[in-house]
């Protein structure tokens, strides 16, 4: 338990921020997670869709902090060449 009133103070900023960056990591695997149904359907334009809209999504969780940009970056390179190859 923090003693101090600086910790006391520290263990709630740390405790808010924890609920805001589960909220986004939540909303990304919600997005992330549409378009993966979206390829498993088959249904390009749908995935394609999916996939413009969790990328804003995806950037906004690395901007924030919530995951390293790199790994956003792979994660939408990985979508956009799933929902690509559904048109082939």
């Known amino acids: 338990m923090a003693n101090t009133t600086s910790a006391k103070k520290a263990t709630r900023k740390i405790a ?16 992330v997670r549409k378009v993966e149904e979206a390829i498993a359907s088959g249904d390009q334009a749908v995935a394609a869709a999916a996939l413009k809209a969790a990328q804003p999504e995806l950037m906004r969780a690395a901007t924030k902090g919530v995951m390293h940009s790199n790994t956003a970056s792979r994660k939408v390179s990985r979508l956009a060449q799933r929902v690509k190859s559904l048109s082939a």
Request: aromatic share 6%; hydrophobic share 30%.
């Open 16 to 31: 808010r921020r924890t609920a805001v960056n589960k909220a986004r990591r939540s909303r990304v695997r919600n997005f």
